[in-house]
């Protein structure tokens, strides 16, 4: 694997890609090095035919605390403007492969950005999230006051982006911002995370990510097209291999041997 200064990436399963932030003495909060380094690594894991699935995951303590305040700070808006400050974050929402995240710990501003931006998030007991920002005098930039307004609601969202106050795993769980807490437990999350990459990674790839773009497609388009486009979806996965012999192995009685094409 390549080395990097603020991450770590191994494959910790058949067909899994796991990329830990590793920036522990400031609670990984997102510096620009460290989310280029992320950016890296996930187009890596995505370009790689050996990865079906990646889990993103931090420390126990924080799975990240935010953009980093201290880089922040004496940005001027000329600066963020022109040079299109968090724009590069989005990299992560453009993959093909499922992004799993395993939160522990600290998931605030755009730490919980982050795995908001994520296809599936799992969340420790002792996961706090919350978008602070409106207490340093900003708000999210990093898509939280969009992707929390999708997932939660006006309400809810407007409280917390106003307050900046955080919620706890089971408040995100019971809003379905997560889809479950864990068991307690140190590294609990993160071997939780890793079973369903792997479950996931044994799927044929091509359907998989078929199913990602299909589910995506219903915070983008009105209900009518994402049926529609759901459907288009499914008719061409007619033209795969994995089609055939997913079904061909289930009528003869077999476990299917995908190709992922
Ligand atoms: N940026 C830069 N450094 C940070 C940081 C951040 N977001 N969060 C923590 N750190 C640093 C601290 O400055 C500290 O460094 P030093 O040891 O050099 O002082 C180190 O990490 C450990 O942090 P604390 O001593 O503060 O640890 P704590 O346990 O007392 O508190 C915390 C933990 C409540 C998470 C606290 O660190 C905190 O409030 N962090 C900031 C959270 C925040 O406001 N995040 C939003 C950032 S803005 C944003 O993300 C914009 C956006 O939408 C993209």
Redesign the pocket.
Known sequence: EKQYEFILTSRPADGVGLITLNRP???N?LSTPLFTELNDAVKAFDDDDGVRAVVLTGSER?FA??????EMKDKQFAEVFKGKF?ESWSLLTTVRKPIIAAVSG?A???GC?LALMCDIILASPTAVFGQ??I??G?I???G?TQRLAHAIGKSRTMELVLTGRNFSAQEAAEWGVVSRVVGEGEGVVLKEAIELAQVIASKSAIAVQAGKEAVNAAYEHTLNEGLRYERRVFHSLFATKDQKEGMAAFAEKRKPTWSHS
């Open positions: 003495k400031a609670l909060a924080a605390a935010g953009a980093d305040i201290k968090l600290y605030l501003g755009g950005e602070p920002e207490s340093i900003v999210p930039g990093g939280g």
